[in-house]
């Protein structure tokens, strides 16, 4: 399964960026998170935004 990303542009109306996640990233993400690592950590080992990561993290989190 893939989910598509959509990332708001700016009011100014640039273009808006899309990224698609499989679902093997963001349980990779999960993974991480729950064996103590930080957003910032995850974000930069995947290649991933650090908002991308703690919004994944927060929509996994109990």
Do not use: C
């Not at 960026?17 to 995850?42: C, N, P, T």
Request: aromatic content about 4%; charged content about 20%.
């Amino acid at each position: 399964m893939i989910l598509l990303v959509v990332l708001q542009g700016s009011p100014e109306g640039s273009v808006m960026a899309r990224k698609a996640f499989h679902v093997v990233d963001i349980e990779e993400i999960l993974m991480h998170w729950h064996g103590g690592r930080s957003v910032r950590e995850i974000a930069n080992s995947l290649g991933a935004a650090r908002n991308t990561v703690a919004r994944y993290v927060a929509a996994g989190a109990p």
